[in-house]
Nanobody, 120 residues
Framework: QLQLVESGGGLVQPGGSLKLSCAAS????????IGWLRQAPGKEREGVSC????????NYGDSVKGRFTISRDNAKNTVYLQMTSLKPEDTAVYYC?????????????WGQGTQVTVSS
């Protein structure tokens, strides 16, 4: 059974850092581009970042450029999102999602999400 599981969320103060992980089971993650998306209460879902299946290309939403870094370790079947200089507006449920090969706006498989709260 194909499954994505996020971890690493939590409560952090403004200016702090968190590293999210997205672990895949039931399929070879190295065939899939992996995206991170987030949704805050009362807001539409927002694309945060995406990395291609090879790891050769990545993109970021304007609101996180220069603060977040996406990476992948295909040997561990895991994708990471390093988040730094966190702001209260980064508070949301963060989801990872998978689509074959290259990043798009549509994903085929989703994780259950992990909560990130940025607050003093």
């Amino acid at each position: 059974q194909l499954q994505l599981v996020e971890s690493g969320g939590g409560l952090v103060q403004p200016g702090g850092s968190l590293k999210l992980s997205c672990a895949a089971s039931g399929f070879r993650m190295d065939y899939y581009a992996i995206g991170w998306l987030r949704q805050a209460p009362g807001k539409e879902r927002e694309g945060v970042s995406c990395i291609s299946s090879s790891g050769g290309s990545a993109n970021y939403g304007d609101s996180v450029k220069g603060r977040f870094t996406i990476s992948r370790d295909n040997a561990k079947n895991t994708v990471y999102l390093q988040m730094t200089s966190l702001k209260p507006e980064d508070t949301a449920v963060y989801y990872c999602a998978a689509v074959l090969f290259e990043c798009t706006t549509e994903f085929d498989y989703w994780g259950q999400g992990t909560q990130v709260t940025v607050s003093s």
